[in-house]
């Protein structure tokens, strides 16, 4: 190999783009540690305040000691060998060594103490961003969450909050407490020593840093590739495992297993390269810090041979280095740590950052409903600009009474449902609940006075009380069993071996289908909502079952305004009004007898239905 060949890689310019991002990382790393200052140094909050400042003594007190420490180390040494001032030699050799003994107690004494006064200021700011976080993924659009993975999202939140807790104790007890200690070596040798001391010393760790950080940020590069290999591979186990009825119906086991482990190939790939880098940087730490060793114990051998210093003088040089070298080895992992800490805190701050499609208007009031009237008022939305799905629908639902929207899928009826929640916010017109214009509403005001009944219930994995309970926080037992019991669940629920503490397994899949919308219904009527959004409640369920769940649904709409979305027409025959919708219009409404007498759209949808009932 030449010479040319064997050229660092710094010979060469990097390019503009590298460049460019590599700033934009160091811009993203500052901003992060910024935004977690507030949490070390809150406003109105002096207990916090006084804690830091306590730590940060304790951390300086025990620098302090450390670089005293070598000092008594020297004297016994140089009193064991007869040489040294007459002060080491009064106190002796013993009771220099006790000194020592001490000297080092006092110093883990005062480290333990910083941990002490500083651990609840970190787990206290551990909380508050994980909550604030967890809040905001809440408040969050249904478009937001319907586009993102789930095990990648729960990823980024693990790995946001770890970064946080590590940035908050090793910026603060591990870079600032290696910096003054070194600072403090470097005086000694100085003072002590000559030029030459301190010239190896400073060299030696501006090398040490210089070639630390120039691995390292090439090396975060292969981090993130991994975190993100890590992170695909974790979400396609999720996903596999919540379909896990699905994969068994298609014997698509061993198509899962090669597919999760296609994607565990390139997380080896990536790891693999990320421990083959390791393993450059920390034999390139080693050999320079070993050199710099080195050459300091060759200059103080030097010294002890002309007769300029002392045995013990030669040990304390060794106990500074070692002092120097011990933290400087930690610094390699800590940066690392602290680089990536800052890239997967990034990453949960851009999470943070995610603004809500949906937002309550500054001053927005809470909705008071005072009969349950609904009105859609030419209502126009599409989820993307290209495609609209509701084109102008004009519709009021009375105070107390049930409206039923029925058409072909894909007519927008569940899409009313979820604009009259506000998952999303209409295009054009307005959709009014008692005159008020739900944008002008807080949406956990909207959100109390609606109750949904899905097609689909999804349960906790928790029990069955739970998950009625789940309708009103605090409710009572007395007051589950009754809103049970109007959803003519009770009895099934007593026959059960554990009664209400039957757990129901996740999603709720120990019970069958009539059974968890049953529980939903339930846990809708313990809500007692003045509006009540049927979507689909029973077209998934058997003709049987959902006779049944009808009955229950009748006593659950009883003096509620109704909404119902449906596409079996069966379960609209009672409605006070019947709406057909189709590619987003309202192309007939009436009641049933009325609609089956104009023999249009909704006679056909009848007529085919019926058919198709008859052919079972």
Avoid: C
Wanted: no cysteine; aromatic share 8%; charged share 20%.
């Amino acid at each position: 190999m030449t010479a040319q060949d064997s050229a660092p890689a710094k010979a060469s310019p990097i390019p503009q783009p590298e460049a460019a991002e590599a700033a934009r990382e160091r811009a993203t790393g500052w901003r992060v540690i910024q935004r977690v200052a507030p949490y070390l140094w809150p406003e109105g909050q002096d207990w916090v305040k006084y804690r830091v400042v306590a730590a940060l003594v304790m951390l300086v007190l025990a620098k302090l000691v450390a670089v005293s420490t070598p000092f008594f180390y020297k004297g016994a040494v140089d009193a064991l060998g007869g040489e040294g001032a007459g002060w080491w030699l009064a106190l002796g050799a013993v009771g220099l060594t006790v000194a020592y003994g001490i000297a080092r107690l006092m110093e883990i004494g005062f480290q333990e103490l910083r941990n002490v006064l500083f651990t609840r200021v970190g787990q206290r700011a551990l909380r508050q961003l994980a909550l604030e976080t967890f809040s905001h993924i809440h408040r969050l659009s249904l478009r937001y969450h319907i586009t993102r993975k789930t095990g990648g999202l729960s990823r980024i939140i693990e790995r946001g909050v770890k970064g946080v807790d590590f940035l908050l104790r090793f910026l603060l007890f591990s870079i600032f407490p290696l910096v003054l200690q070194l600072l403090m070596i470097s005086a000694v040798f100085f003072w002590l020593f000559d030029w030459r001391y301190l010239a190896t010393v400073v060299v030696t760790i501006a090398l040490y840093v210089w070639f630390t950080f120039r691995v390292t940020e090439w090396r975060v590069k292969q981090r993130r590739e991994m975190n993100n290999q890590d992170m695909d591979a974790n979400q396609k186990a999720i996903d596999s495992l919540l379909n896990f009825e699905t994969v068994k119906y298609f014997n698509a086991e061993g198509m899962e297993a090669r597919r999760y482990d296609a994607a565990m190939q390139k997380y080896e790939t990536a790891a693999v390269q990320t421990n083959y880098s390791l393993a450059f940087l920390n034999f390139g730490q080693a050999l320079l810090i070993t050199t710099g060793l080195v050459i300091v114990m060759v200059l103080a051998a030097m010294g002890v041979q002309s007769g300029d210093l002392t045995v013990g003088d030669f040990v304390m040089v060794n106990a500074y280095m070692i002092q120097i070298t011990m933290p400087l080895n930690f610094l390699g992992t800590v940066y690392r740590e602290i680089r990536q800490a800052l890239v997967d805190m990034g990453d949960m701050f851009e999470l943070l950052d995610q603004p809500a499609d949906v937002q309550d208007k500054p001053g927005a009031r809470a909705l008071e409903v005072r009969g349950g009237e609904v009105v859609l008022d030419d209502v126009r939305f599409g989820y993307t600009p290209e495609r609209p799905i509701l084109k102008g629908v004009s519709l009021r639902v009375p105070p107390g009474k049930s409206v039923a929207i029925v058409g072909p899928s894909g007519s927008g009826k569940s899409t009313i449902g979820r604009l009259l929640f506000r998952f999303y916010d209409v295009s054009g017109g307005a959709i009014r609940i008692d005159g008020q214009d739900l944008r002008d509403v807080t949406q956990d005001s909207l959100h109390a006075a609606i109750g949904v009944v899905p097609q689909d219930t999804v349960l906790f994995n928790d029990t069955i009380a739970y998950n009625i309970a789940y309708g009103r926080e605090g409710a009572t037992r007395a007051e589950v069993e009754a809103a049970a019991k109007a959803a003519r669940i009770h009895d099934f629920i007593l026959s059960l071996p554990e009664g209400y503490d039957t757990a129901v397994g996740e999603r709720g899949l120990k019970l069958s289908g009539g059974e968890k919308q049953r529980v939903g219904i339930a846990r809708t009527l313990l809500k007692d909502p003045a509006i009540l959004l049927l979507d689909e409640a029973t077209s998934a369920l058997d003709t049987q079952t959902e006779q049944d769940i009808q009955d229950s649904l009748r006593r659950a709409g009883q003096g509620r305004t109704v909404l119902m979305i449906a596409h079996r027409l069966s379960t609209v025959v009672e409605a006070d009004r019947i709406v057909v919708l189709e590619a987003g219009e309202i192309v007939e409404d009436g009641t049933h007898d009325s609609l089956l007498a104009k023999g249009g759209r909704y006679a056909a949808m009848w007529a085919r239905q019926r058919a198709e009932a008859d052919g079972d």
